[in-house]
């Protein structure tokens, strides 16, 4: 059974940059058939898609964020990364990773980590 | 970017009736629609793609329908976990993919 998890720090400074990882169990990260995703929530809100990676290091990201926001692979430890720059008030948010049929739907997510961008 | 619209906000339905969903596209999405169902403190679960086709594991009382700019998912008779909140998200013309707003499914 594929699994996702997020890790990285829950708390993050104003004008600091938000590091997160999803390690992928269950499933390799290098099949030819998946995007891996972000996408964050903030409380209370709806969804907001940041940002896709193929193996290959191929990215896709949210033309609002894409300014701040870097997503990056390893696959020789099954993970991928989220980097997001000069983080607000504004950035605080359940953060999910999930896998993504190339280019569709998201069918697999992990169970998600609150960031909160407090000083 | 392609907005996309959910209606009601809020549904308030008795177990074992029918709920209808709605999701309307700002431009022509084709059948490239998802649903997905969200439980508080949960991650969101894939219910529906290519707007009409079950996910795995999927119950058959849910069901989508609809193409274009206009989408419905249905929920043939309410069970108590089927109580969520909805969201519809478009894969056409990518990225972004757009979400809905979402549309809580409360009880009656």
């Known amino acids: 059974q594929l699994q996702l998890q997020e890790s990285g720090p829950g708390l993050v400074k104003p004008s600091e940059t938000l590091s997160l990882t999803c390690t992928v169990s269950?499933?390799?990260?290098?099949?030819?058939?998946?995007?891996w995703g972000w996408i964050r929530q903030p409380p209370r809100k709806g969804l907001e898609y940041i940002g896709s990676?193929?193996?290959?290091?191929?990215?896709y990201y949210n033309p609002s964020l894409k300014s701040r926001v870097t997503i990056s692979v390893d696959t020789s430890k099954n993970q991928f990364s989220l980097k997001l720059s000069s983080v607000t008030a504004a950035d605080t948010a359940v953060y999910y990773c999930?896998?993504?049929?190339?280019?569709?739907?998201?069918?697999?997510w992990g169970q998600g980590t609150l960031v909160t961008v407090s000083s | 970017e392609i907005v996309m619209t959910q209606s009601p906000a809020t549904l308030s339905v008795s177990p074992g009736e029918r709920a209808t969903l709605s999701c309307r596209a700002s431009?022509?999405?084709?059948?490239?629609l998802a649903w997905y169902q969200q439980k508080p403190g949960q991650a969101p679960r894939l219910l529906i793609y290519?707007?009409?086709t079950r996910a795995t594991g999927i119950p058959a009382r849910f069901s989508g329908s609809g193409s274009g700019t206009d989408f419905t998912l249905t929920i043939s008779s309410l069970q108590s976990e089927d109580f969520a909140v909805y969201y519809c998200?478009?894969?056409?013309?990518?990225?972004?993919?757009?979400f809905g707003q979402g549309t809580k499914l409360e009880i009656k």
């Open positions: 998200q478009h894969y056409n013309n990518w990225p972004p993919y757009s």
């Open positions: 999930a896998r993504q049929r190339r280019g569709t739907y998201f069918d697999y």
């Open positions: 431009q022509s999405v084709s059948s490239n």
């Open positions: 269950g499933g390799s990260i290098s099949s030819s058939s998946y995007h």
């Open positions: 990676i193929y193996y290959s290091g191929s990215t």
């Open positions: 290519d707007a009409s």
